[in-house]
């Protein structure tokens, strides 16, 4: 048996953990006996070689799937290089082994590959000096692309001992997300309030693939000098 035809049988974009499949067509039905090994496609994903394995063929037709791994990228196609019997046969109901030189071309420009999650880069912080009751404390969060926020996402802050949540109010669509909370009365910090951690509480906020946002904050800006006071002066006679 030859290979007559090579199909994409997916497309768009897959994120980690997620598949793309081709079907090899053969002039005649095979079997696979994957004892010694199974057989693959070759691919290559943004220049990182890669496999798709194969599965027990259906009459003429041998399915081969390849599956996203962490860090993947490949943003306008992956493309196959070849097929490796990789100890495995493939063989026709008489035993003639399949002649796997040749290997049909098949349109893959549509199977583009994103595994790799947005990150945070940096935070800014928008705050005055002394921020009194009613004034608001921003919290922005810089991605490493843009991600789309849903729900009420927050991160945590601590004003002199007690922690407050400033929410989710700007930003998605863009790699810049704003979080803002406005200060209550009996707030008060007079070394500065402290940045904690980002809680989704439900929602998400993702990429334009699907990859959800690492929320691991590496880099903490210094806010000692912002500091929080709703405490009116008293008149000392």
């Known amino acids: 048996p030859t290979m007559t035809a ?3 049988n997916s497309s768009g974009v897959i994120t980690e953990g997620d598949s793309h499949t081709f079907v090899l067509t ?11 090994g199974t057989p693959r496609l070759v691919l290559d994903v ?12 259906v009459a003429a037709n041998m399915t081969f799937t390849y599956t996203a791994l962490a860090g993947d990228l490949d943003a306008d196609g992956l493309s196959i290089t070849g097929i490796d019997a990789n100890g495995g046969v493939i063989s026709d109901a008489v035993g003639n082994a399949a002649d796997l030189s040749g290997l049909p071309t098949a349109d893959t420009s ?3 590959v994103d595994a790799i999650p947005p990150s945070i880069t940096a935070l800014e912080v928008t705050a005055p000096s ?17 991600v789309t926020v849903t729900g ?27 979080f803002s909370y406005m200060v209550q009365p009996g707030d008060n910090d ?3 309030f402290a940045i904690g951690a980002i ?12 990859n959800a946002l690492d929320l691991t904050i590496t880099s903490v800006p210094d806010t000692s000098a912002n500091r929080v006071d709703t405490t009116a002066p008293v008149v000392q006679s």
């Open 152 to 178: 009420a996402p927050s991160i945590a802050l601590d004003i002199g001992g007690s922690t407050v949540a400033a929410v989710y109010s700007a930003g998605t669509g863009s790699d810049r997300i704003a």
């Open 46 to 57: 943004g220049g990182v070689t890669r496999y798709a394995m194969a599965s027990a063929p």
């Open 6 to 8: 090579l199909t994409a």
């Open 110 to 112: 549509a199977m583009t």
């Open 130 to 146: 002394y921020a009194m009751a009613g004034e608001i404390i921003t919290i922005t969060a810089v991605a490493s692309e843009a």
């Open 26 to 36: 053969f002039s005649e039905s095979v079997s696979l006996d994957s004892a010694g």
């Open 199 to 210: 809680s989704l509480n439900g929602g998400n906020m993702t990429d334009a693939a699907g």
């Open 190 to 192: 007079s070394d500065g």
